[in-house]
């Protein structure tokens, strides 16, 4: 006992220096001199406990209470150690046998309130964990670890729900600390599995839940990630595999399968949009591609690939000022050659939009030939020159006086080559004098068309004036012109 007390000494000396590592070894030595004594453990307990290796120091302190129950400064530290590991029930009893002993004690009191504070934390993280609130839960475990700072626990479930959020290099970075502590603990592993899962990393993320299957074989979490990894990879690679051979109806199906594996994927998720609106364009599905490059970019909007998919389909079903929208984004992002060249062919096309389409007007496609041109412009003009509509309405005689007119536009225009070059090309027509509304006459036109063939029709003697009868036009429109 003479010996041990020297030590001791010797350690409360060493400990008043802060030099924690001498204290120990010396209220190590007291201990083996005299391990029956329960002041020895309950030093070295405060002196682990400044050292951070707290599972020590909570080992000392409960043997210093088995050797003495009415210890005390014993069931203090217990319930501390208790506290910074995460175990606030069990760091409530101690300090409950602390007030049993003295119920003045105000650190016992201060102490005993703050393990209650703990205990409502994680009550309010495990609700939001299974209301899938991760934001809250983060939140929670933050509170918490303020002041369980050595609470394993508390930093894996941080680490989760930071990687459910999408918080990888945050999540990461809590998992990494606790693996250089310990390689073998399983939840870490997990979780920095789950991170490279979240990061379509999935053959590097099936390694990590592997390994934590071996640490902790029932490690439910683990199995299930795992199983979803190799499940999803494997249907999205016969996706991509049924595409490569141009098998698009068995790859949309396949995206379509690995899309309900795991709603949690966000990254992996947006690929598989995007492969499915690839497959789905393929397929004509237009309208289905836009809405799954939508969900893609919801998911990941920094996505270039998708925004590229949505605007080529926007482009293909005539949205051009949706198109000029993504693909500005693009070029925003990646200032390429590429990039610019569609910006400027969306913007052209836009711009071409918002002209009279003078195809649609004669009902032919861009492909048009001279002959179709002239066919589609017979059938117009006679279908909507104002002597067949004499008896109707001055409404309807109105509208259809101004569709003949833009029937005339249409075919000056695109009769001419010159002039249908330049009008595909989104240059301006007004300079050529032919649709300004000042010297153009549809009239002209359809006397020019129609005037070398003869037939039930005649025209005024007076300059750029003609005469058509509604059963002239009748005529025409049983012709062969029609």
Do not use: W
């Amino acid at each position: 006992m003479a010996f041990g007390n020297c030590f001791k000494e010797q350690g409360n000396a060493f400990y008043s220096q802060k030099d924690y590592s001498e204290a120990f070894n010396y209220y190590t030595r007291a201990i083996d001199a005299s391990p029956r004594t329960a002041s020895y453990y309950g030093n070295r307990a405060a002196t682990l406990m400044m050292l951070r290796r707290f599972r020590e120091a909570l080992e000392d302190s409960q043997q210093a209470v088995r050797l003495d129950d009415c210890f005390m400064k014993g069931h203090l530290r217990e319930g501390k150690c208790h506290l910074l590991l995460g175990n606030a029930m069990a760091a409530s009893r101690s300090f409950q046998k602390v007030l049993e002993l003295e119920p003045a004690n105000r650190e016992a009191q201060q102490e005993n309130k703050t393990a209650e504070t703990l205990l409502e934390f994680e009550r309010m993280a495990d609700f939001g964990f299974e209301k899938r609130d991760f934001r809250k839960v983060v939140f929670c475990m933050d509170r918490a670890l303020a002041v369980a700072s050595a609470c394993h626990r508390f930093k894996i479930l941080k680490a989760e729900c930071l990687a459910l959020l999408g918080r990888y290099p945050e999540a990461q970075s809590v998992a990494s600390d606790i693996l250089r502590m310990d390689s073998t603990n399983a939840d870490a592993l997990y979780v920095r599995g789950l991170c490279l899962y979240y990061e379509d990393c999935i053959d590097k993320a099936v390694q990590f839940f592997v390994q934590a299957l071996r640490m902790a074989p029932d490690h439910e979490k683990a199995r299930l990630a795992c199983r979803n990894a190799k499940a999803l990879k494997a249907k999205k690679d016969e996706g991509n595999q049924a595409f490569k051979n141009n098998n698009y109806d068995a790859a949309y199906q396949l995206y379509t399968e690995a899309l309900t594996i795991d709603p949690n994927n966000i990254k992996t998720n947006a690929k598989l949009y995007c492969n499915r609106a690839t497959a789905g364009a393929k397929l004509k599905k237009l309208n289905e591609a836009i809405d799954d490059c939508t969900n893609a970019i919801k998911l990941d909007d920094t996505y270039i690939k998708a925004y590229l998919r949505r605007a080529q389909c926007y482009m293909n079903t005539e949205q051009y000022e949706e198109a000029v929208r993504d693909y500005e984004k693009v070029y925003q992002t990646e200032k390429t050659s590429d990039h610019k060249h569609l910006l400027k062919t969306a913007q052209l096309e836009l711009k071409k939009s918002k002209r009279k389409d003078y195809y649609k007007v004669l009902g032919i496609g861009k492909n048009a030939t001279e002959d179709e041109i002239k066919k589609a412009y017979r059938k117009r003009a006679l279908m909507h020159h104002p002597d067949r509509h004499s008896a109707a309405t001055p409404e309807v005689q109105k509208e259809e006086e101004k569709k003949f007119k833009e029937v005339g536009e249409a075919f000056t225009v695109l009769s001419d080559p010159k002039k249908k070059v330049r009008y595909d090309n989104g240059h301006d027509l007004d300079d050529d004098g032919c649709c300004d509304g000042r010297d153009f006459d549809a009239n002209n036109i359809f006397r020019a068309f129609f005037g070398g063939h003869g037939g039930g029709y005649s025209f005024d003697s007076s300059p750029g004036v003609f005469f058509f009868s509604s059963f002239d036009i009748l005529n025409l429109i049983e012709t062969r012109y029609y």
